[in-house]
C-alpha cells in the first residue's frame, strides 16, 4: 500500500500551495523557525523567544570588551555632545514604526496571510515581515542618501561614488581628524535606529538574540571608531553593513511570502553581496595599511594597536555574522530553485505569466 503523500492529503489546496509547502518543510532543518507544520510549544500563551547560539556567544565578548575601552578612552566633549543628537532620529524612527508597523502592516499580512498556518506563526511571521520591511525602507532611504552627500567629499572612495581613491584622507589631520555635519547627522542617524532597534527587540515579544547583540555591538562600534578617530573607516563599513541588511531583509520577504520571484531575484541579490565583498578590503582595510604608521604610532604603541585590534575583529564579527545570514538565506533559495517543480515552471513561459496573475 502507497503511503499518502502531501498531494493526497491537501485536495482541497491549490497544486501550487502544495508543492511550496512540500518544499518549505523539505527545508526546515535550515529555518526550523520558519516551519508551518506541526504546533507551537509556548510559555504561558506567549510565542517562544529565539534561543542564543554560535553567532551571538561570538559578539558578546567584543561588547564586554568595549564597556572597559570607553572609560579608559579620553572623549572629546564637543563629541559626546554631538552623540545627544541621536535622541532626535530615534524618536522620529520610533514614532513611524508605531505608524507603519503596528498600524498599517502587521494588521495587513494578519488578513493577508493563509489561514491554514497556526494563528500564532501567522502572527510571528507578521510581525518579522513587518519589521524587515521596515527596516529595508529605512536603509533604502539612508543609503542612497548618504551615497549621494558623501561622494562631494574628497575622502569618500571611488567604489562606492566618490570623487577619487584616496586612503591618506580617511585619516587625514590624525588624532584630530575633524567631521563634517553631514559625517555627524549620519552618525546620529545610525546611532538612533541601532538604539530604537535595541529597544523594540526587548518590547516585543518575538525577541531575537541575534538582532539584540547584532545591534548592540554595531552602535558601540560606531560610538567607538568615532572617539578614536577611526569614524570615516567605520562609516564605510556600516554602509556596506546597510547594503548586506536589505538584501537580507529582502531574501527573507521573498521565502515567507513564498512568491515565484525568488528565482529571479537570486542573482540580482548574488551579485550585490560579490560586489560589497569585492569592495570591503579595498575601502576599508586598505586605508588602514595604507596608514598604519600614523594610526600606529611608538609613543602610544600599546593603546594604538589595542584600538586596530578591536576595530578589525569588530568589523570581521559582524560582516562574517551578516554574509552567514544572507548564505544562509542563499542555501534556501538554491534549494528552491533546484526543485524540479520550479525548473519546470521557469522552463514554461506560459505558466509565468500565469503565475503572476494568480
Not at 520558519?34 to 507551537?40: L, R
Not at 494578519?110 to 494563528?119: A, G, M, Y
Request: proline content about 5%; some cysteine.
Amino acid at each position: 500500500m502507497k503511503k499518502p503523500t502531501i498531494f493526497t492529503q491537501n485536495k482541497n489546496l491549490k497544486r501550487r500551495d502544495i508543492i511550496l509547502m512540500e518544499i518549505e518543510r523539505s527545508v526546515a532543518f535550515i529555518y526550523p523557525e520558519n516551519s508551518i507544520s506541526g504546533d507551537e510549544t509556548t510559555v504561558g500563551g506567549e510565542p517562544p523567544k529565539s534561543k542564543m547560539n554560535l553567532k551571538e556567544i561570538l559578539m558578546f565578548p567584543l561588547i564586554l570588551i568595549y564597556f572597559p575601552l570607553f572609560f579608559l578612552q579620553k572623549n572629546d566633549e564637543n563629541t559626546l555632545n554631538d552623540f545627544k543628537k541621536a535622541l532626535i532620529p530615534f524618536c522620529m524612527i520610533s514614532s513611524c514604526r508605531i505608524i507603519v508597523e503596528y498600524i498599517i502592516l502587521r494588521p495587513l499580512f494578519n488578513k493577508v496571510l493563509p489561514f491554514d498556518i497556526p494563528k500564532k506563526k501567522r502572527r510571528e511571521r507578521g510581525h518579522l515581515l513587518s519589521n524587515a520591511l521596515f527596516d529595508t525602507t529605512v536603509n533604502f532611504l539612508l543609503i542612497p542618501f548618504s551615497l549621494h552627500v558623501f561622494s562631494l567629499e574628497d575622502w569618500f572612495p571611488i567604489q562606492l561614488f566618490g570623487k577619487q581613491f584616496a586612503p591618506k584622507l580617511f585619516f587625514q589631520n590624525f588624532p584630530n581628524v575633524t567631521y563634517s555635519p553631514t559625517f555627524i547627522f549620519f552618525i546620529c542617524f545610525q546611532l538612533g535606529h541601532c538604539t530604537h532597534s535595541l529597544v523594540f527587540q526587548f518590547v516585543t515579544s518575538f525577541t531575537k538574540y541575534q538582532d539584540v547583540s547584532y545591534h548592540l555591538l554595531k552602535s558601540i562600534f560606531l560610538t567607538y571608531s568615532v572617539l578614536i578617530n577611526y569614524g570615516r573607516v567605520a562609516v564605510v563599513f556600516i554602509l556596506l553593513l546597510d547594503i548586506l541588511e536589505v538584501v537580507k531583509n529582502i531574501q527573507f520577504c521573498v521565502e515567507n511570502a513564498s512568491s515565484r520571484i525568488v528565482v529571479f531575484l537570486t542573482l540580482i541579490l548574488a551579485g550585490v553581496v560579490l560586489r560589497v565583498v569585492y569592495v570591503f578590503p579595498f575601502c576599508v582595510i586598505y586605508p588602514i595599511v595604507k596608514n598604519i604608521t600614523l594610526v600606529v604610532d611608538k609613543f602610544t604603541l600599546y593603546s594604538d594597536v589595542k584600538n586596530l585590534f578591536i576595530v578589525l575583529t569588530t568589523m570581521l564579527v559582524l560582516l562574517g555574522t551578516t554574509l552567514y545570514d544572507v548564505v544562509e538565506h542563499f542555501v534556501n533559495m538554491y534549494t528552491l530553485f533546484k526543485s524540479n517543480h520550479i525548473i519546470c515552471f521557469l522552463l514554461s513561459p506560459l505558466d509565468v505569466l500565469l503565475s503572476l496573475t494568480v
